[in-house]
């Protein structure tokens, strides 16, 4: 799962994801649409395009990634009880075992 688009996002899901992780996967990448995640990522690596050569750009791009992935599981977090939280965490495995190396996807 991920969003394309800045303008006008739209949320991109695999064909084979369950009921289940449906709406969890959904609300995910309905968070980072709210927090307009693609267009601080756009911003965040155009300056690293411009920094290139530095290192510290790089590791706070990659930070910056990784603290923007645990926002939105946060934000996803504090609506659901005891037993979607679990489901959520499982939700999460699954679909890192499935990550693509050219998406930064779900949960990241």
């Known amino acids: 799962p991920f969003i394309?688009?800045?303008?006008?996002p739209r949320i991109h899901l695999p064909s084979d994801i369950s009921d289940k992780d449906y709406s969890l996967v959904v609300a995910h990448e309905r968070?980072?649409?709210k927090r307009k995640d693609n267009f601080i990522r756009l911003l965040a690596f155009i300056v690293v395009c411009v920094h290139w050569f530095n290192p510290f750009?790089?590791?706070?791009?990659?930070?910056?990634?990784s603290d923007?992935?645990?926002?939105?599981?946060e934000t996803v977090l504090s609506k659901c009880n005891e037993?979607?939280?679990k489901?959520?965490?499982y939700t999460?495995?699954?679909t890192a075992?499935?990550?693509n190396v050219f998406a930064v996807s779900f949960g990241g």
Do not use: P
Request: aromatic share 12%; net charge negative.
């Open 57 to 65: 750009a790089w590791l706070l791009l990659k930070m910056l990634y």
């Open 83 to 85: 037993t979607e939280r």
């Open 68 to 73: 923007i992935e645990f926002a939105c599981d």
């Open 31 to 33: 968070a980072h649409i």
């Open 87 to 89: 489901e959520y965490a």
């Open 4 to 8: 394309l688009g800045i303008v006008r």
């Open 92 to 94: 999460l495995l699954s």
């Open 97 to 99: 075992e499935k990550t």
